[in-house]
């Protein structure tokens, strides 16, 4: 059961991070696999880039 629960999370982190990959301005306590990779809150410049 915890292996399907890690394989629905990383299927929803990178969902998360091809539909909308832009870090959030507030804390987050629990980041997925993919966060690191979203663009800064605020980061217009690199935003334009990649998309």
Do not use: V
Request: charged letters at 25%; one cysteine or more; hydrophobic letters at 40%.
């Amino acid at each position: 059961m915890n292996g399907l629960i890690i394989y629905g999370a990383e299927i929803a982190a990178r969902t998360e991070q091809f539909w909308c990959s832009i870090k959030q301005a507030a804390h987050i306590k629990n980041l997925h696999s993919r966060y690191q990779k979203f663009i800064d809150y605020g980061d217009a410049e690199t935003y334009r880039a990649k998309i």
